[in-house]
T-cell receptor, first 111, second 113 residues
Framework: ELKVEQNPLFLSMQEGKNYTIYCNYSTTSDRLYWYRQDPGKSLESLFV?????AVKQEGRLMASLDTKARLSTLHITAAVHDLSATYFC???????????FGTGTSLTVIP | NAGVTQTPKFQVLKTGQSMTLQCAQDMNHNSMYWYRQDPGMGLRLIYY???????DKGEVPNGYNVSRLNKREFSLRLESAAPSQTSVYFCASSTWDLSYEQYFGPGTRLTVT
C-alpha cells in the first residue's frame, strides 16, 4: 500500500514570508496532485505534476516533483491571508486510478 | 455545468440504519470515486469505478457497497451504519486527459449515533 506523508501538519506564518510544504511517498509513482480545501468546503485542484522534474507555478504557489526521491514540494512565496487553507497532496498509484492522500497541511497566514 | 453533485448534504443516522449517498457528474467522465475524510487522516478511497459497469475496492471498503448506475451516477450504500462511519464523504470524477485529475463534489456530512 502506498503511504503519503506531509509535513508540517500545521503551519502558522506571517504575511510576506516564504515557506515550503513537503510531501513524501513510499512507492514509485509518476503522478502527483496538489489540492486546496477551505474550511467546510470541498477540494479544489491546484497542480497536476506528471513527470520527474515537473514544476508548476500559479501566483504565489509553486509545486515541484522529484520522482526519484519520491518527494514533492509546495512552495509559498510572500504569503497572504487568502492562502490560509488546508493543502493536500495525492499520489496516483502506478497501477492507475487509485489515489492516496496525505494527511494535509493546515496553513494559517497571520496579518 | 453543475460539475459533481452529491445528495444529501447532511444526514444523521442511528446505528444499524441504512442509507444511500448519491453522486452525479455532468462532465462525461469515465471514472468516479468515493472517499471519506476524517480529522487528521486526509482522504481515504472507499471504492472507485474506472468505467461504467466496473467497480473496485479502495483502501477502506468494509461496511460499504457501491453501484455505478450509469456513466453519470455512482452511489454509495451503508447497509448497517456504525458510529465509526461518521465522516464527511466526498464523491469525485475524472477522465484520462494526460492525467486523472479529479473533480470533487461538495461532500456529505454523515453522523451515526
Amino acid at each position: 500500500e502506498l503511504k503519503v506523508e506531509q509535513n508540517p501538519l500545521f503551519l502558522s506564518m506571517q504575511e510576506g514570508k516564504n515557506y515550503t510544504i513537503y510531501c513524501n511517498y513510499s512507492t514509485t509513482s509518476d503522478r502527483l496532485y496538489w489540492y486546496r480545501q477551505d474550511p467546510g468546503k470541498s477540494l479544489e485542484s491546484l497542480f497536476v505534476l506528471l513527470s520527474n522534474g515537473a514544476v508548476k507555478q500559479e501566483g504565489r504557489l509553486m509545486a515541484s516533483l522529484d520522482t526519484k526521491a519520491r518527494l514533492s514540494t509546495l512552495h509559498i512565496t510572500a504569503a497572504v491571508h487568502d492562502l490560509s487553507a488546508t493543502y493536500f497532496c495525492a499520489v496516483e498509484s502506478n497501477t492507475g486510478n487509485q489515489f492516496y492522500f496525505g494527511t494535509g497541511t493546515s496553513l494559517t497566514v497571520i496579518p | 455545468n453543475a460539475g459533481v453533485t452529491q445528495t444529501p448534504k447532511f444526514q444523521v443516522l442511528k446505528t444499524g440504519q441504512s442509507m444511500t449517498l448519491q453522486c452525479a457528474q455532468d462532465m462525461n467522465h469515465n471514472s468516479m470515486y468515493w472517499y471519506r475524510q476524517d480529522p487528521g487522516m486526509g482522504l481515504r478511497l472507499i471504492y472507485y469505478s474506472a468505467s461504467e459497469g466496473t467497480t473496485d475496492k479502495g483502501e477502506v471498503p468494509n461496511g460499504y457497497n457501491v453501484s455505478r448506475l450509469n456513466k453519470r451516477e455512482f452511489s454509495l450504500r451503508l447497509e448497517s451504519a456504525a458510529p465509526s462511519q461518521t465522516s464527511v464523504y466526498f464523491c469525485a470524477s475524472s477522465t484520462w486527459d494526460l492525467s486523472y485529475e479529479q473533480y470533487f463534489g461538495p461532500g456529505t456530512r454523515l453522523t451515526v449515533t
